[in-house]
């Protein structure tokens, strides 16, 4: 595959920085659509909805322009094994893992995404080789977000319940190599325009959750969900996903894969941020050192500021 991908300037510009913190608010957003309406609606039919509403909002949206058809007709292989990896197997394994394990723990297993990348752009790719710089930033990432989420995500493993089963830890943690592949696997999708690469993979991945959401959660004998569930919904699909997509597939085009994946270290402190402001949640010591590691992986992986350093310093 290294050799039919173009090379990238992996680079990090201020506008693509902008554009990756600009995601990470809208996935950290997420959580608050989710809560409502995880409540109402199972967790494979939560999934359905989610894909199905973006991708039908993208087709409206683009009406047939920048080749979406032909390009649909043409590579629609490519879309369906962009839809498995990067929507319905990593969504799919986060539901299944999280019937057993809290929030918390999966945020922190889901966000060793970037260090998945970082090794498998390093094998799969010409232009995204590891470093010593790629690989300390991921772990001072990863680390920032384990402070973040705080020792009481893992007192299900080393406290008072422990029988989480292996399964429930392994699922995210697959989850996120399955991110690895996904942002490695998309950026053969830079000859398109963003809102093609985003339409055709929830199109391919909601054709995928039609038949695990109906045999799995038998919606159609579920009750209505109340307004305050569906406005939910809405929002996941329209702003966490059909709009959230767009942006990912323009970075990803942009700042090549590893780059791009740091977007799962920016969203559980986004998610905080976004409790302070509007729910009135306060903000602890833990999460101001959480979001300082998280700023210090983000700033090695960046590079620039090292530099100037070293070069001041010569």
């Known amino acids: 595959m290294a050799s039919t991908i173009n090379s990238v300037n992996t680079q990090m510009t201020l506008r693509l920085w902008a554009l990756l913190m600009l995601l990470g608010l809208i996935w950290g957003g997420s959580f608050f659509f989710a809560r409502v309406a995880v409540g109402y609606v199972p967790p494979f039919t939560l999934v359905f909805l989610r894909l199905s509403l973006a991708a039908l909002a993208l087709h409206l949206y683009l009406r047939g322009r920048h080749g979406i058809y032909p390009a649909l007709r043409k590579r629609w292989r490519e879309f369906l094994l962009m839809g498995l990896i990067n929507n319905a197997i990593p969504h799919a394994f986060i539901f299944l893992g999280q019937t057993h ?34 690989l300390s930033g991921c772990l001072l990432g ?41 942002a490695t696997y998309g950026k053969r999708f830079r000859d398109l325009a963003p809102p093609v690469t985003a339409t ?10 039609l038949p695990v959401a109906a045999l799995a959660d038998t919606p159609w004998l579920l009750p209505a969900p109340p307004l305050t569930a569906v406005l939910a919904i809405l929002g996941l699909a329209l ?40 729910l009135g949640e306060t903000l602890q010591a833990m999460d101001i050192a959480g979001m300082v590691l998280i700023a210090a992986g983000l700033a090695v992986l960046d590079g620039r500021i090292l530099k100037r350093g070293y070069a001041a310093g010569r």
């Not at 977000?145 to 429930?168: E, K, Q």
């Not at 709009?243 to 994946?261: C, H, P, Q, V």
């Open 142 to 182: 990863l680390a920032g977000t384990v402070v973040l989420i705080g020792p009481s995500a893992l007192a299900g493993i080393f406290g008072s319940s422990s029988d989480v089963p292996l399964w429930a830890l392994i699922l995210p943690v697959l989850a996120a190599v399955s991110y690895g592949f996904s």
């Open 101 to 134: 394990i809290g929030a918390g723990l999966a945020a922190i297993l889901n966000a060793t995404t970037p260090v998945w990348t970082v090794l498998i752009a390093n094998i799969a790719t010409e232009d995204e080789k590891l470093s010593a710089a790629k």
């Open 200 to 209: 055709g993979q929830l199109t391919a991945s909601t054709l995928v959750m």
């Open 239 to 278: 702003v966490s996903t059909a709009y959230a997509y767009i942006l990912f597939f323009r970075i990803m085009a942009e700042a090549g894969a590893t780059n791009t994946s740091l977007v799962t270290l920016l969203v559980p402190p986004s998610a905080i941020l976004l409790g302070y402001l509007f």
